[in-house]
């Protein structure tokens, strides 16, 4: 496999105003300048557009992304936004079927996959969210729980299409917790992930597409994880709120 390029997602949920963001990618673009990994930023939406400006100003290797985003071009959606919207702030990604979609806001594969459509049409690149829970981990489902998963939010989605997206496996018991996945076991699952994408969309993209491990991801852990031959980048949470411990996992990686 040839990894193409080591990406590394912050993913802030529903933290920082506008001004908490400006100062974050002011402390954080100094402290990854020698950086060779490509980090992404998933903002509140509201935070976007001036994230962007500032990225712009400080030259700094940042791509600005949001959380979620509605199915539709445009419409009677109150409180929905569209992809287009996101684009035309500056967003060059968007995650979707994070987990916290999935169970708090029963987001389900075939509503997930109608949304990774759009963004594909709309030219923003996903950032698609599987893994199972800690019930279905204990049950030895997992393997079953992210090959329906994958099938279900990439239906009718081309390899094409496919190479331009990223695949983030979240132990959903690993989100927030403290407890990450051990890396043999998260390479595991990833390879699965890999296996089941050569399966359905060809090696070709399988073997180039980047599949991030997220789930309590902190500087202490991240170097094992992304030592594995499989996981190709990180989705990092409560980890990436702060610019120094933010920037220690993006910088461990070089050591
Ligand atoms: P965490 O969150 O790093 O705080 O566990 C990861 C995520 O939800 O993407």
């Known amino acids: 496999m040839s990894r193409t390029s080591t990406v590394i997602a912050g993913n802030w949920k529903m933290y920082k105003t506008t001004c908490e963001a400006k100062t974050f990618v002011e402390s954080l673009a100094p ?40 199915d539709a071009a445009e419409g009677a959606f109150t409180g929905e936004i569209a992809a287009r919207m ?73 390899s094409e299409e496919l190479s331009k997206m990223i695949i983030a496996y979240e132990p959903v018991w690993a989100i927030g917790t403290g407890k990450v996945a051990h890396p043999d076991d998260a390479e595991k699952a990833h390879a699965f992930v890999r296996s089941v994408l050569a399966e359905a969309w060809g090696k070709e993209v399988a073997d180039h597409i980047v599949i991030q491990y ?30 120094d411990t933010f920037s220690k996992i993006i910088n461990g990686l070089l050591a």
Do not use: W
């Open 86 to 158: 996101l684009k035309d702030v500056g967003a060059g990604f968007v995650i979707l079927g994070h987990s916290e979609r999935r169970q708090i806001f029963n987001e389900t594969s075939a509503f997930i996959n109608k949304k990774v459509k759009r963004a594909l049409k709309d030219s923003l690149q996903p950032i698609l969210c599987i893994g199972e829970t800690l019930a279905q981990h204990e049950s030895g489902e997992t393997e079953s729980v992210l090959k329906g998963q994958l099938q279900g939010s990439l239906e009718g989605v081309t």
């Open 31 to 70: 402290l990854i300048k020698k950086s060779q990994a490509t980090v992404y930023l998933a903002v509140p939406f509201t935070a976007i557009d001036q994230t962007v400006q500032v990225v712009k100003e400080l030259g700094a290797p940042i791509t600005i992304g949001a959380q979620n985003m509605n």
């Open 214 to 243: 997220g789930g309590s991801v902190k500087p202490e852990n991240a170097v094992d994880l992304i030592r594995q031959p499989n996981i190709d980048g990180l989705l990092v949470g409560g980890a990436s709120l702060s610019a």
